[in-house]
Protein backbone atom coordinates (compact mmCIF):
# COMPACT_ATOMS: atom_id res chain seq x y z
CA UNK A 1 0.00 0.00 0.00
CA UNK A 2 1.19 3.79 -0.47
CA UNK A 3 1.81 5.24 2.40
CA UNK A 4 1.05 4.47 5.91
CA UNK A 5 -2.46 4.00 8.06
CA UNK A 6 -2.60 4.25 11.31
CA UNK A 7 -6.18 2.51 12.31
CA UNK A 8 -7.12 2.71 16.42
CA UNK A 9 -3.78 2.98 17.93
CA UNK A 10 -3.02 3.19 22.01
CA UNK A 11 -0.59 3.68 24.21
CA UNK A 12 0.09 3.74 27.86
CA UNK A 13 3.29 4.10 29.99
CA UNK A 14 3.59 3.12 33.44
CA UNK A 15 5.08 5.94 35.59
CA UNK A 16 5.35 4.80 39.40
CA UNK A 17 2.96 1.97 39.16
CA UNK A 18 0.15 4.09 37.61
CA UNK A 19 -0.46 3.57 34.09
CA UNK A 20 -0.61 6.65 32.00
CA UNK A 21 -2.66 6.90 28.82
CA UNK A 22 -0.74 9.10 26.04
CA UNK A 23 -2.40 8.11 22.79
CA UNK A 24 -6.50 6.66 23.13
CA UNK A 25 -7.43 5.87 19.61
CA UNK A 26 -5.39 7.52 16.79
CA UNK A 27 -6.56 7.07 13.17
CA UNK A 28 -4.32 8.57 10.46
CA UNK A 29 -3.67 8.50 7.19
CA UNK A 30 -0.23 9.57 6.02
CA UNK A 31 0.37 9.86 2.36
CA UNK A 32 3.55 9.76 0.03
CA UNK A 33 5.48 12.66 -1.42
CA UNK A 34 3.71 14.73 1.10
CA UNK A 35 4.69 16.72 4.44
CA UNK A 36 1.88 15.41 7.24
CA UNK A 37 2.25 17.31 10.53
CA UNK A 38 1.39 16.08 14.03
CA UNK A 39 0.39 19.55 15.56
CA UNK A 40 -0.02 19.86 19.51
CA UNK A 41 0.61 21.39 22.74
CA UNK A 42 3.64 19.72 24.80
CA UNK A 43 3.19 16.60 26.30
CA UNK A 44 -0.10 15.28 23.95
CA UNK A 45 1.78 12.40 22.67
CA UNK A 46 3.03 13.64 19.27
CA UNK A 47 6.28 12.20 19.77
CA UNK A 48 5.29 9.12 20.92
CA UNK A 49 2.69 8.83 17.61
CA UNK A 50 5.86 9.56 15.20
CA UNK A 51 8.11 6.52 17.34
CA UNK A 52 5.15 4.30 16.90
CA UNK A 53 4.66 5.25 13.19
CA UNK A 54 8.36 4.91 12.60
CA UNK A 55 8.92 1.84 14.74
CA UNK A 56 10.96 2.67 17.64
CA UNK A 57 8.22 1.47 19.81
CA UNK A 58 5.24 -0.56 20.09
CA UNK A 59 1.60 0.09 20.40
CA UNK A 60 -0.47 -1.66 22.92
CA UNK A 61 -2.70 -2.20 20.64
CA UNK A 62 -4.01 -0.81 17.02
CA UNK A 63 -2.67 -2.00 13.80
CA UNK A 64 0.47 0.46 11.63
CA UNK A 65 -0.19 -0.59 8.00
CA UNK A 66 2.33 0.31 5.48
CA UNK A 67 4.16 -1.11 2.50
CA UNK A 68 6.66 -4.21 2.27
CA UNK A 69 10.22 -2.93 2.40
CA UNK A 70 9.23 0.34 3.62
CA UNK A 71 12.37 1.97 5.19
CA UNK A 72 12.52 5.04 7.45
CA UNK A 73 14.52 7.58 8.51
CA UNK A 74 14.90 10.21 11.34
CA UNK A 75 15.64 13.95 11.97
CA UNK A 76 15.48 14.92 15.28
CA UNK A 77 15.51 18.21 17.69
CA UNK A 78 19.36 16.84 17.88
CA UNK A 79 21.89 16.76 14.72
CA UNK A 80 23.27 13.71 16.60
CA UNK A 81 25.95 13.87 14.08
CA UNK A 82 28.76 11.99 15.27
CA UNK A 83 31.59 14.43 15.99
CA UNK A 84 34.95 12.20 15.29
CA UNK A 85 33.44 12.48 11.56
CA UNK A 86 33.32 15.04 8.87
CA UNK A 87 29.74 15.94 7.38
CA UNK A 88 30.17 13.52 4.42
CA UNK A 89 31.33 10.68 6.34
CA UNK A 90 28.51 11.72 8.85
CA UNK A 91 26.23 11.13 5.80
CA UNK A 92 26.78 8.03 4.82
CA UNK A 93 27.10 6.93 8.07
CA UNK A 94 24.02 4.45 8.03
CA UNK A 95 24.85 2.74 5.30
CA UNK A 96 26.41 -0.50 4.20
CA UNK A 97 29.63 -0.29 2.55
CA UNK A 98 28.17 -1.73 -1.08
CA UNK A 99 25.81 1.10 -0.14
CA UNK A 100 28.54 4.04 0.32
CA UNK A 101 30.02 2.43 -3.33
CA UNK A 102 26.61 2.58 -4.86
CA UNK A 103 25.72 6.22 -4.05
CA UNK A 104 28.93 7.86 -4.33
CA UNK A 105 27.41 10.35 -6.74
CA UNK A 106 23.79 10.47 -5.01
CA UNK A 107 25.66 11.90 -1.43
CA UNK A 108 27.79 14.44 -3.69
CA UNK A 109 23.97 15.81 -4.75
CA UNK A 110 22.21 14.99 -1.70
CA UNK A 111 25.11 17.91 -0.21
CA UNK A 112 24.54 20.22 -2.98
CA UNK A 113 20.63 20.13 -2.53
CA UNK A 114 21.14 20.62 1.65
CA UNK A 115 23.47 23.57 0.87
CA UNK A 116 26.49 22.03 2.04
CA UNK A 117 28.73 22.14 -0.74
CA UNK A 118 32.20 22.89 0.39
CA UNK A 119 31.47 21.81 3.88
CA UNK A 120 31.93 18.05 2.95
CA UNK A 121 35.43 17.62 5.02
CA UNK A 122 33.81 20.23 7.67
CA UNK A 123 34.31 18.55 11.65
CA UNK A 124 30.24 18.98 12.92
CA UNK A 125 31.97 21.17 15.98
CA UNK A 126 32.97 23.88 12.84
CA UNK A 127 29.06 23.71 11.53
CA UNK A 128 26.55 26.11 13.15
CA UNK A 129 22.79 24.87 14.34
CA UNK A 130 20.99 24.92 11.08
CA UNK A 131 24.24 23.86 9.20
CA UNK A 132 24.05 20.89 11.77
CA UNK A 133 20.65 19.96 11.08
CA UNK A 134 20.81 20.52 7.23
CA UNK A 135 23.32 17.29 7.86
CA UNK A 136 21.31 15.34 9.66
CA UNK A 137 18.31 15.79 7.00
CA UNK A 138 21.06 14.85 4.37
CA UNK A 139 22.11 11.55 6.64
CA UNK A 140 18.29 10.49 6.10
CA UNK A 141 18.45 11.38 2.39
CA UNK A 142 21.49 9.10 1.75
CA UNK A 143 19.73 6.55 3.12
CA UNK A 144 16.77 6.81 0.61
CA UNK A 145 13.73 6.30 3.05
CA UNK A 146 10.11 5.60 2.04
CA UNK A 147 9.35 7.89 5.05
CA UNK A 148 11.74 10.52 6.79
CA UNK A 149 10.43 11.22 10.67
CA UNK A 150 10.90 14.59 11.75
CA UNK A 151 10.55 15.38 15.46
CA UNK A 152 10.60 18.92 16.25
CA UNK A 153 13.67 19.20 14.25
CA UNK A 154 14.31 23.21 14.39
CA UNK A 155 12.93 23.93 17.49
CA UNK A 156 16.24 24.91 19.11
CA UNK A 157 17.29 27.07 16.40
CA UNK A 158 17.12 31.34 16.26
CA UNK A 159 13.94 32.39 14.62
CA UNK A 160 16.07 33.75 11.47
CA UNK A 161 17.99 30.27 11.22
CA UNK A 162 14.48 28.31 11.56
CA UNK A 163 12.70 30.29 9.22
CA UNK A 164 16.13 29.69 6.27
CA UNK A 165 15.49 25.78 7.51
CA UNK A 166 11.63 25.56 7.29
CA UNK A 167 12.26 27.53 3.77
CA UNK A 168 15.23 24.54 3.03
CA UNK A 169 13.11 21.42 3.89
CA UNK A 170 10.09 22.75 1.51
CA UNK A 171 12.90 22.88 -1.48
CA UNK A 172 14.33 19.62 -0.35
CA UNK A 173 11.30 17.58 -0.44
CA UNK A 174 9.89 19.50 -3.76
CA UNK A 175 12.96 18.23 -5.31
CA UNK A 176 13.26 14.86 -3.90
CA UNK A 177 9.53 14.22 -3.89
CA UNK A 178 9.95 12.72 -0.65
CA UNK A 179 7.63 11.55 2.74
CA UNK A 180 7.93 13.61 5.52
CA UNK A 181 5.66 12.67 8.65
CA UNK A 182 6.56 16.35 11.04
CA UNK A 183 6.09 16.61 14.31
CA UNK A 184 5.76 20.34 15.88
CA UNK A 185 4.15 22.65 18.49
CA UNK A 186 4.41 25.46 16.38
CA UNK A 187 1.35 26.43 14.61
CA UNK A 188 3.09 28.86 12.43
CA UNK A 189 5.61 25.97 11.42
CA UNK A 190 2.19 23.66 10.92
CA UNK A 191 0.77 25.88 8.31
CA UNK A 192 3.72 26.95 6.61
CA UNK A 193 5.18 23.12 5.76
CA UNK A 194 2.15 20.67 6.04
CA UNK A 195 -0.02 19.68 3.05
CA UNK A 196 -2.13 18.12 5.78
CA UNK A 197 -2.43 18.93 9.64
CA UNK A 198 -2.98 16.81 12.31
CA UNK A 199 -4.17 18.62 15.47
CA UNK A 200 -3.83 15.95 18.56
CA UNK A 201 -5.28 16.65 21.86
CA UNK A 202 -6.57 13.91 24.61
CA UNK A 203 -4.91 11.38 22.67
CA UNK A 204 -6.61 12.01 19.61
CA UNK A 205 -6.27 13.54 16.86
CA UNK A 206 -9.59 15.81 17.04
CA UNK A 207 -9.23 17.57 13.42
CA UNK A 208 -7.31 17.15 10.37
CA UNK A 209 -7.07 20.47 7.59
CA UNK A 210 -6.00 19.63 4.33
CA UNK A 211 -3.75 22.67 2.83
CA UNK A 212 -4.87 23.19 -1.03
CA UNK A 213 -2.07 21.75 -4.01
CA UNK A 214 0.20 24.58 -5.31
CA UNK A 215 0.07 26.89 -2.30
CA UNK A 216 3.72 25.35 -1.44
CA UNK A 217 4.70 26.70 -4.60
CA UNK A 218 3.52 29.95 -4.64
CA UNK A 219 4.84 30.18 -0.99
CA UNK A 220 2.70 30.81 2.06
CA UNK A 221 2.03 34.16 3.51
CA UNK A 222 0.27 32.90 6.77
CA UNK A 223 -0.89 37.10 6.86
CA UNK A 224 -3.27 36.22 4.16
CA UNK A 225 -7.10 35.62 4.94
CA UNK A 226 -7.80 32.16 4.58
CA UNK A 227 -4.23 31.62 6.67
CA UNK A 228 -5.40 33.51 9.07
CA UNK A 229 -8.89 31.78 9.61
CA UNK A 230 -6.98 28.18 9.61
CA UNK A 231 -4.69 29.45 12.58
CA UNK A 232 -8.16 30.60 14.40
CA UNK A 233 -9.50 27.19 13.84
CA UNK A 234 -6.86 25.39 14.82
CA UNK A 235 -6.85 27.91 18.49
CA UNK A 236 -10.20 27.03 18.57
CA UNK A 237 -9.69 23.09 18.17
CA UNK A 238 -6.85 23.65 20.72
CA UNK A 239 -9.05 25.04 23.20
CA UNK A 240 -7.17 28.14 22.98
CA UNK A 241 -4.12 26.84 24.63
CA UNK A 242 -0.81 28.54 23.87
CA UNK A 243 0.98 27.21 22.18
Same mark, same amino acid.
Given at each position: ?14 VEKK ?13 ? =?? @????? &??? %??? +?????? #?? /? $? ?51 ? =?? @????? &??? %??? +?????? #?? /? $? ?71 GGRI ?38
Amino acid at each position: MAGIEIVDLKKSYWVEKKELPVLTGINLKVPE =RQ @ITVIL &GRS %GCG +KTTLLR #LA /G $GLERPDCGKILCGDGHRMAFVFQEPRLMPWLTVERNISFGLRKQEKKENVGRI =RE @IIRTV &GLE %GFE +KAYPSQ #LS /G $GMKQRAALARALAYRPSFIMMDEPFAALDYFTREQMQKELLRVQRAERCSILFVTHSIDEALLLGDRIAVIEGGRIKKEYRVEEGEKDRGRNLLEEPFIELKKNILKQLEDVEL
